[in-house]
C-alpha cells in the first residue's frame, strides 16, 4: 500500500508472483538520512516556488516515492536495492499515480533485481516470468523480451552509503543535477497506450516532443 491515492491490485494481478520482504522479523530497513533530507528540502523549496511535488511512503516496496512533475521524474528511495536513489522518467502521457501503480507492480515481482533494472536485463516468458505474469506486464506496457528498465523508464541512480556520509555533498549534488536535467529535458509521448489505460482516461494532446542525445 502506498499513501498515494491508489488502489494498487485487482484480481488479474494476482497471476503476479510478488517478492517476499527482505527483511527479516524484528528488522529494520536502513535509509540513507542525508539523501533523505536532500530529496525534502527539494519539495519544499519547490512547493514554495509553487510546482507541483509531491512523496510518500510505500509500505509494498518498503521504499519513500518522490514525484517531481516539472523535473519530469519520478524518484525512488529503496535501501534494499544497494543503498541507492532510483530515478524514472514520466511519460506525459500517461497518470502519474497509474505510473506509480505500475513502477510498484514490476518491483515486486521475484525476478526483479536491481541488476535486472539497471542493465535492463530482457526477460523471457518460460525463464524470467511466467506466462501470466507476462500478461499482466503486457497490460502496463512491457514488450516481450524486453527489460523492465525500457518498460519503466529508468533513468540513473545515484549510489549512497549511510556509514559514508562524509560524501553527501557529493550525493545531494548528483540529485539536484538528475533533477535538473529532468526538468531541462523533454518529454515522453506515448503513440500506443498500454490496454490498462485505454478508454480509461483522456490523453492531454499539446506535449513537447522528446529529443534523444546525440552522445
Known amino acids: 500500500v502506498c499513501t498515494f491515492p491508489l488502489q494498487l491490485f485487482s ?65 525512488l528511495e529503496r535501501p534494499e536495492y544497494g543503498y541507492a536513489t532510483y530515478f524514472f522518467e514520466i511519460v506525459e502521457s500517461l497518470p502519474i499515480d497509474w505510473q506509480i501503480k505500475r513502477l510498484v507492480i514490476a518491483m515486486k515481482l521475484t525476478s526483479c533485481s536491481r541488476t535486472t533494472l539497471i542493465e535492463n536485463k530482457p526477460l523471457l516468458v518460460g525463464e524470467d516470468l511466467t506466462e501470466g505474469e507476462a500478461r499482466v506486464l503486457e497490460e502496463y506496457g512491457w514488450v516481450r523480451n524486453s527489460g523492465l528498465g525500457t518498460m519503466l523508464n529508468y533513468c540513473d541512480r545515484v549510489v549512497h552509503d549511510k556509514r559514508n556520509e ?50
Not at 494481478?13 to 539523501?35: D, I, M, N, P, Q
Not at 525534502?40 to 521504499?63: A, H, K, M
Not at 548528483?174 to 478508454?199: A, F, H, Q
Open 11 to 75: 484480481a488479474r494481478e494476482s497471476l503476479l508472483k510478488f517478492s517476499t520482504a527482505r527483511h527479516t522479523k524484528g528488522s529494520k530497513a536502513v535509509y540513507c538520512l542525508a539523501c533523505l533530507i536532500s530529496l525534502i528540502e527539494q519539495t519544499r523549496y519547490l512547493r514554495f516556488r509553487n510546482s507541483p511535488v509531491e512523496w510518500g511512503w510505500c509500505r509494498d516496496l518498503q521504499s519513500f516515492i518522490f514525484v517531481f512533475k516539472s523535473h519530469n521524474r519520478i524518484v
Open 166 to 215: 562524509r560524501y553527501s555533498s557529493d550525493w545531494r549534488a548528483k540529485i539536484g543535477r538528475l533533477l535538473m536535467n529532468g526538468y531541462e529535458g523533454g518529454r515522453i509521448i506515448l503513440t500506443e497506450l498500454p490496454s490498462k489505460v485505454v478508454n480509461k482516461f483522456t490523453v492531454d494532446q499539446s506535449p513537447e516532443i522528446k529529443l534523444e542525445d546525440q552522445f
